[in-house]
C-alpha cells in the first residue's frame, strides 16, 4: 500500500514563491516515477512535473517549465515541488501521484495512486 498526502498549499501574490510537499508511505520501487498534476474545478487534471526515482530525470510541463522545480527527498519520504514566478492561471489543487514504470507520462490515467491533493492558490 502506497499512500501519498499532500501538504504546503496555500494564498501566494502573483510573482511570488511557494513549495508544496508530498508525503509517501509505503514502498516506492526503484523502476516507479513520481508526479505532480494539477486540477481547477470544471477543468481537466493535467501534469506538471515528473521524476524517475531511478534516475532522477525530471519532466515538466511547457506551461511550468523553467519556473517550476520537482526535486524528492528519500532519506525523508518526501517529494517536493518548488514554485516561482507564480501566476494566477497556476491556481488549482495540486496532487501528487505514483506510476509503476521508470519513465513519467503527462497522463493522469497511468499513474496508480494519488493524494487528495493541496489547494494553491495565485493571487492577481
Known amino acids: 500500500q502506497v499512500t501519498l498526502v499532500e501538504s504546503g498549499g496555500g494564498l501566494v501574490e502573483s510573482g511570488g514563491s511557494l513549495t508544496v510537499s508530498c508525503a509517501i508511505t509505503g514502498h516506492i520501487n526503484n523502476w516507479d516515477s513520481l508526479g505532480w498534476f494539477r486540477e481547477y474545478p470544471g477543468k481537466d487534471r493535467t501534469f506538471v512535473a515528473a521524476?524517475?526515482?531511478?534516475?532522477?530525470?525530471?519532466y515538466y510541463s511547457d506551461s511550468v517549465k523553467g519556473r517550476f522545480a520537482i526535486s524528492s527527498d528519500f532519506a525523508k519520504s518526501t517529494l517536493y515541488l518548488q514554485m516561482n514566478s507564480l501566476k494566477p492561471e497556476d491556481t488549482a489543487v495540486y496532487y501528487c501521484?505514483?506510476?509503476?514504470?521508470?519513465?513519467?507520462?503527462?497522463?493522469?490515467?497511468?499513474?496508480?495512486?494519488w493524494g487528495q491533493g493541496t489547494w494553491v492558490t495565485v493571487s492577481s
Open positions: 501521484a505514483r506510476r509503476g514504470a521508470e519513465v513519467p507520462t503527462s497522463e493522469p490515467l497511468d499513474y496508480e495512486n
Open positions: 521524476i524517475s526515482v531511478s534516475t532522477g530525470r525530471t
